[in-house]
C-alpha cells in the first residue's frame, strides 16, 4: 500500500506540502522495515528452532530404528531357544507320563502303607495324648514347686534382711548403751566431784553464815556506835552553836564595854585570851566532827560490804544448788534410758530367737 501510494500536493510547486508528505511516508517506510526485520528475525528464529526439532526427531527416529533391529534379533534367538525348549519339554513330558504310571503303581502301595500308618499313628496319637497329659500334669507340679521353692527363697532372704536389721539395730542398742554407761559413770564422777564441792560450799555456807552473825553484831555495834557518834556529833554540834553564839555575845559586849566604860587594856587583853580560848575551843569541836563524820562512813562502808559479802555467799549457794538438781536429774534420764535400752535389747534378742527358731517348726 505504501509503494502504490503517491504524494500529492496541491500543485506542482508546492514543495512544502510535498516534503511533509514525504517525511511521513518515510516515517512509515522506516516503521514498515522496522517491523519486517523484527518479522524476519523471528522467524529466522523459528526456522532453528524447528531445524532443532527435526534433528532431535532424526536421532530418536535412528535411535528407535537400532532398538528395534535389536529387539528383532533378540526375538530371533528367542525364537531359536523356545523351540529348544520346546523339544526338551517333550522329552521331558514323555519322561514324566513314564514316571506318572510309575507312581500310579507306586500310589496303591503307599495307599495300602498309609492305612496301616494311620492306624498306627492313631495309637500314636491316643498315647501322645496320654503322654500330653501326664506332662501337664507333672509340669503343674514342678510350677507349683517352684513356686512354692520362690516363696521359700523370698521368706529365707526377708529373714535373712530382717536378722541383719536385727543385728545391726542390736550393735547400735549396745553402742548406745555403752554410751550412755560411759555418760552414767561420767555424771556419777561428776555428782561424787559435786556433792564434795557442795560439802564444801555448804560448809562455806556455815562460815558465811558464821559470818553473817558476826557481821550482823558488828553491823548492831557499828549502828549503835554510829548513834552514840550521831548523838555526840549533835551535842557538839550544839555545844559548838552555844560557843559560837558565846563568842558572838562576847565580841558585841566587848564593842559595847569599849565604848561605854573605856576600861584598861589588861581587862581587855583578859577578854580577848577568853574569846581566843573559846574561839580555840570551837575549832577543836569542829575537827573532832569531820573525825567522827570519817568513823561514821567507814562505818558504813563496812556495813555495806558486810552485806554484799552476805548476798554473794547465797548467790553462790542457789546456784550451786540448781546445778546439783540439774545434774540429778541428768543422771536420773540417763538411768532410765539405760533401763530402756536393756529392755529393748531383751525384746529384740527373744525376737531374734523366736525368728531363728520359727522356720525351723514350720517346716
Known amino acids: 500500500a505504501l509503494l502504490n ?3 500529492k500536493g496541491k500543485n506542482k510547486m508546492d514543495y512544502k506540502g ?3 508528505q514525504m517525511i511521513e511516508y518515510i516515517k512509515k517506510l522506516r516503521a514498515c522495515i522496522k517491523w519486517l526485520l523484527e518479522r524476519e528475525d523471528a522467524n529466522l528464529a523459528e526456522i532453528g528452532k524447528l531445524n532443532g526439532l527435526i534433528d532431535a526427531a532424526d536421532k530418536h527416529h535412528a535411535e528407535i530404528v537400532s532398538q528395534l533391529e535389536c529387539k528383532i534379533q533378540e526375538s530371533v534367538a528367542m525364537k531359536e531357544e523356545l523351540q529348544k525348549q520346546y523339544a526338551s519339554l517333550g522329552e521331558s513330558l514323555k519322561k514324566v507320563e513314564a ?7 507306586s500310589y496303591g502301595d503307599e495307599k495300602e502303607a498309609r492305612i496301616a500308618a494311620e492306624s498306627s499313628r492313631n495309637e500314636l496319637s491316643e498315647e501322645l495324648n496320654r503322654v500330653k497329659l501326664e506332662q501337664k ?12 521353692n ?26 548406745t548403751i555403752d554410751k550412755l554407761q560411759k555418760e552414767k559413770n561420767t555424771m556419777v564422777e561428776t555428782m561424787n566431784g559435786l556433792k564434795d ?4 560450799v555448804k560448809l562455806q555456807l556455815e562460815m558465811a553464815k558464821s559470818s553473817q552473825s558476826e557481821a550482823l553484831k558488828q553491823k548492831n555495834n557499828l549502828l549503835s556506835e554510829v548513834e552514840a557518834l550521831r548523838g555526840e556529833l549533835h551535842q557538839v554540834r550544839d555545844d ?24 584598861s587594856s589588861s581587862e581587855l587583853e583578859n577578854v580577848m585570851i577568853r574569846c581566843d580560848a573559846l574561839e580555840e575551843t570551837c575549832s577543836n569541836q569542829t575537827e573532832k566532827i569531820k573525825t567522827l563524820q570519817i568513823q561514821l562512813a567507814s562505818a558504813n562502808e563496812k556495813l555495806k560490804r558486810s552485806n554484799l559479802t552476805t548476798m554473794e555467799t547465797m548467790s553462790e ?7 546439783l538438781e540439774d545434774l540429778q536429774l541428768r543422771l536420773t534420764e540417763a538411768e532410765q534410758k539405760i533401763v530402756d535400752g536393756e529392755k529393748l535389747r531383751k525384746k529384740l534378742h527373744n525376737t531374734i530367737l523366736v525368728m531363728i527358731y520359727s522356720p525351723k517348726d514350720s517346716y
Do not use: F, P, W
Request: hydrophobic share 25%; with cysteine; charged share 35%.
Open 197 to 200: 564441792h557442795s560439802n564444801s
Open 240 to 263: 559548838r552553836d552555844h560557843k559560837s553564839a558565846e563568842i558572838n555575845s562576847l565580841l558585841s559586849d566587848l564593842g559595847v564595854y569599849k565604848e561605854l566604860t573605856g576600861k
Open 5 to 7: 501510494e503517491k504524494i
Open 18 to 20: 510535498k516534503s511533509e
Open 99 to 105: 514316571e506318572q504310571m510309575e507312581c500310579l503303581r
Open 150 to 175: 520362690k516363696r521359700l527363697q523370698e521368706y529365707n532372704t526377708s529373714l535373712q534382711q530382717y536378722n541383719c536389721n536385727l543385728q545391726a539395730d542390736a550393735t547400735k542398742n549396745a553402742e
Open 317 to 323: 549457794y542457789e546456784s550451786q544448788k540448781r546445778m
Open 137 to 148: 500334669r507333672l509340669n503343674d507340679q514342678i510350677k507349683m514347686l517352684q513356686d512354692t
